[in-house]
Antibody, heavy 128, light 106 residues
Framework: QLQLQESGPGLVRPSETLSLTCTVS??????????WGWIRQSPGKGLEWIGS???????YYNPSLKSRLTISVDTPKDQFSLDLSSVTAADTAVYYC????????????????????WGQGTLVTVSS | DIQMTQSPSSLSASVGDRVTITCRAS??????VNWFQQKPGTAPKLLIF???SLQSGVPSRFSGRGSGTDFTLTISSLQPEDFATYYC?????????FGPGTKVDI
């Protein structure tokens, strides 16, 4: 059964970069047509899709975060990562990684997208 | 961005009740809606994709309907393990967006 596990610092200083890694186990990150996504949840903004990446490195980002966001993939390690720069208190949230079922190698192609399964989530607090 | 709204924001119900949650999109999204269940301290769990397709392993008391802008999630006979918060999510276009949630409690 596919499992995902987030890892990274639980505390990040304002203006610094938030970095998280998701490790996929009991499955391959190179499976098609699956993307790998990041979603966060905060009391103020609820659930927010951050972005998704294909094993080839193709990415889709939420425009609201795009200027600060980098998502990358390491296929030999079955890992993908999130870097969010210039963080503020508004970036405090529980961050989840999830497998993103896409209609094809392009998530904007005609067809359904969904997130399943999810990692357990990791709380990241932005504070000095 | 497509805005997703849900009603009610919370509801109280009893075991055995039939419960219906409504989700509305700010524009027509065909059947590109997914439903998730979240219990405190855990990650959301996919229940329904494509508005009405039941995810593998999800009990048949859960069902989804709708197309266009209006969607419903129904629990035909509420069980103790169903007390949770439910979210809809649109996958019609990016950025994918979620509803604010409906909390189902006793």
């Amino acid at each position: 059964q596919l499992q995902l596990q987030e890892s990274g610092p639980g505390l990040v200083r304002p203006s610094e970069t938030l970095s998280l890694t998701c490790t996929v186990s009991s499955g391959s990150i190179s499976s098609s047509p699956y993307y790998w996504g990041w979603i966060r949840q905060s009391p103020g903004k609820g659930l927010e899709w951050i972005g998704s990446i294909y094993y080839s490195g193709r990415t889709y980002y939420n425009p609201s975060l795009k200027s600060r966001l980098t998502i990358s993939v390491d296929t030999p390690k079955d890992q993908f990562s999130l870097d969010l720069s210039s963080v503020t208190a508004a970036d405090t949230a529980v961050y989840y990684c999830a497998r993103h079922k896409a209609p094809s190698s392009a998530i904007t192609a005609v067809g359904q997208n969904w997130f399943d399964p999810w990692g357990q989530g990791t709380l990241v607090t932005v504070s000095s | 961005d497509i805005q997703m709204t849900q009603s009610p924001s919370s509801l109280s119900a009893s075991v055995g009740d039939r419960v219906t949650i409504t989700c509305r999109a700010s524009q027509s999204i065909s059947t590109y809606v997914n439903w998730f269940q979240q219990k405190p301290g855990t990650a959301p769990k996919l229940l329904i994709f494509g508005a009405s397709s039941l995810q593998s392993g999800v009990p048949s008391r859960f069902s989804g309907r709708g197309s266009g802008t209006d969607f419903t999630l129904t629990i035909s006979s509420l069980q103790p393990e169903d007390f949770a918060t439910y979210y809809c999510q649109q996958s019609y276009n990016t950025p994918f967006t979620f509803g604010p949630g409906t909390k189902v409690d006793i």
